[in-house]
């Protein structure tokens, strides 16, 4: 099994942290600088990808998120047609680890596999949301910095105020980043030492 680096991923936290520096949060807290991958309330770029079972979701978020002022790198996929979710959940989880963008949305019939696979990507802590209460609490408790949504288990307005909320919350930082610290702790312990 090969594993990243901790130079490696020092390398990425610097890059995303160089690339979201410049950007205005709207609750600044000195805590947050200290969480890798914080997501800024001000995003301008957003990964998204799916599985089929989330395609016309995506269809439909991509103009909504685009009216919000955001930029969108789309990662598939681009049908109907059976595909597997683990790899558009990657593609996302991806771009967020290289800095390419500052947060990221996955789509699947249930969220959970999808969820799953993202979380495994250094770097990312995605969060299953399927309601305003878990959107909110994701990004001010766990600074989240990629969405994971059940297409068959939400409505459209349902999937727009969680998104909506998902994107305005800003991370409380305080006791909140010494927590999310604890968790990116847990996952530099599995890198190997180059």
Known sequence: MNYISETEVRRIVQSVIQQTS????TKPSPADAAVPGAVNTAIKVIAIGCDHGGFDVKRMLIPFLSEMG???????????????????A???ADKIRSGEACCGIV???????????????????????????TAKNSREHNDANVLSLGAGLLGVN?????VKTWLEEPFGGGRHAKRVNKIMEIEKRFFKES
């Open 22 to 25: 410049g950007l205005q949060k």
């Open 70 to 88: 955001h930029q969108l790198i789309d990662c598939g996929t681009n049908s109907t047609k059976s595909v597997d979710y683990p790899d558009f």
């Open 90 to 92: 990657y593609a996302v």
């Open 107 to 133: 789509i699947d019939g249930a969220g959970i596999g999808s969820c799953m696979a993202a979380n495994k990507v250094p770097g990312v802590r995605a969060a299953m949301c399927y309601d305003y209460a």
């Open 158 to 162: 349902q999937i727009k105020t969680i």
